[in-house]
C-alpha cells in the first residue's frame, strides 16, 4: 500500500482500444473468483465481501466481484470461473437487460454487449456472482490544474490522509481515476461541489460504524452537488447521505455492499431536488431510503429515481418515513427500476408523527422473485408508530400510485398492502394499475389487501 497527498497526480494506468477501455485493479483487491477479457483484453477483476463480523450468521451468497470498462462500440465478454463450479444453470439479472449467455467450456462463458450496461451473472443466484459495470466513455473530466480539484490517480492503493477522512467545500471536486483504490471517506459542505471518476472508494478497512466520517459519503447542506461514476465498495455505515441539501444529482455510481448492517446506499435526508438515475446498488440494509430526521432541516420532497438495478440482502428495497419528523414527505417518483434480489418489502411507506406522506408514484418496476417458499411483500402502504419515532403518533398516506409492475421468478406468494392506523391517520387515493404478479393480474384473490381506514383504493 502506498500513502499519497490529495491532489497527488501520476499519470494514468489505463489501456484502451478502439472500442473499449480496460481497468486495472491492485493485486490486493483482485478476485479469486473470476478473471474476464473484453474484445481479448484483459479487465480487472474486484473483490468484494458479505458478512463481515460480527454477522457471518446470515449467508448472502459469501465473497462477489465487481468489473468495470468502458465502450462504445458492441464488446465479446469473455468471462472465466477461477473456481469449480455448475455453469449450466448461469443467468444474468435483470432478465430486462435481454443478454445471452453462451458456455465456452466448464470454466468459460461468453457474452456480447451491444451497448453499455450493468449486470449481475450468477452461476447459482446470490452464490458468488460476478457484477459487471459497462460504462459509457469517461468525459467531462476535471481540469487537474485547477487548485480546487482534489485528484486521485496512478492507479494502486491510496489511504487518505487524516486517517481517511477528506473534506471538500464550496466549489471543489474530488476525482478518482480509473484503476485507483482511495480508502477514506468524504465529508462535504457548500455548494457546487463534484465528486467524480471511475475509480474505487473503499470503505472496508474500517468496522462497522467507525469510518472516518459519519457516513461514508456524509454530504452535510450542499446545494448544486454532483456524484457521478465513482464505485463504492464494502460500506462501513450508511454510503451516501444527502442531509439538508438541495439539488443533488447521482448518477451512474455503483454500491458493492453487503459487509456490514446499516449500509443503506443511498439515503435522501430532509433533502430536496434529488435526482438519482443509472446506478447498481447492492446492500445489506435498505438501497434507498427517505428520511426527514429533523423538523428543521425542512422536507424531503422532488425526489426522482430512475433507470436503476437495485439488489438488497437483509432489509427494504426502498423505504419512506423511518426515523421522520418532517412535515411532508412528498414529489417522489420512481421510474424504470429492476429490482434483481429482494428479502422484505421492495416498496415500504411508513409515515409516522404526523408526516404527511404524498405524491409517491412508481411506474414500470420489473421485480425478480427467488423466495418461492414464503410470502413476499411487494408494496406496503401504512402510517405507523414504530420504536423510531420520537412521538409516538401516525402519518398520513395519500395519492400514491403503483404502475406497470411486473413481478417474475419463482412463483411465489407476492403481496400488496394499503391500510391507515386510524380515522384521522388515513391512507387514502392509493392506485393500482397494470400490475401482474407471475404473469396474472393483481385482484384481491391474488395479492391485493385493503386493509381498515383507507378511502379511494382502486385497482385497474
Known sequence: MKVVLLGLAIGSLLSAQAAVTCYPVPDEFRSSLWEMQVDGKVNGVYSARTCDKPFEKYDFGGEYAFSGFEMDAPVTLRIRSLV?????????????????????????????LAKPCQFSLEPN?????????????????????????????????????????IELKEGETLYIAAGTVLQGGIFATGANIRICGRGVLDSSPWEWRKGPTGNVLELWKCRD????????????????????????????????????????????????????SHCFIRTDDDCIALKGLNTSYGNCENISVKDCILWCDRARVTLLGHESRAPYMRNIRYENIDVVHFQIPVFLLEPGEEMKMENVHADGIRIECD??????????????????????????????????????????????????????????????????????????????????????????
Not at 444474468?92 to 435481454?98: D, T
Open 371 to 460: 423466495y418461492p417458499e414464503r410470502k413476499n411483500p411487494i408494496v406496503v402502504a401504512r402510517p405507523t408508530v414504530n420504536m423510531y419515532m420520537r412521538t409516538k403518533v401516525p402519518g398520513h398516506v395519500s395519492d400514491c400510485s403503483f404502475e406497470n409492475f411486473t413481478i417474475i421468478g419463482k412463483p411465489a406468494s407476492c403481496f400488496f398492502r394499503v391500510e391507515g392506523k386510524d380515522e384521522n391517520h388515513l391512507a387514502q387515493r392509493v392506485r393500482f394499475r397494470n400490475v401482474r404478479i407471475f404473469d396474472k393480474p393483481l385482484t384481491p384473490e391474488n395479492g391485493l389487501q385493503i386493509g381498515n381506514f383507507t378511502k379511494d383504493v382502486t385497482n385497474e
Open 84 to 112: 469449480a463450479r455448475d455453469l449450466s444453470q448461469v443467468r444474468i439479472r435483470p432478465a430486462s437487460a435481454n443478454l445471452a449467455v453462451t458456455k465456452i467450456d466448464d470454466s468459460t462463458l461468453e457474452v456480447k
Open 225 to 276: 452537488l454532483r456524484v457521478e461514476d465513482i464505485t463504492i465498495r464494502g460500506a462501513s455505515h450508511w454510503t451516501v447521505v444527502p442531509t439538508n441539501c438541495d439539488g443533488v444529482k447521482i448518477r451512474n455510481i455503483k454500491l458493492c455492499g453487503g459487509r456490514v448492517q446499516n449500509d443503506d446506499g443511498i439515503n435522501p435526508c430532509n433533502s430536496r431536488d434529488v435526482a438519482i
Open 125 to 165: 443466484g446470490r452464490e458468488h456472482p460476478l457484477l459487471v459495470f459497462a460504462n459509457e466513455p469517461e468525459t467531462d473530466i476535471p481540469d487537474f490544474s485547477n487548485p480546487k480539484v482534489k485528484a486521485f490517480r496512478g492507479g494502486g492503493v491510496i489511504r487518505a490522509e487524516n486517517n481517511g477522512r
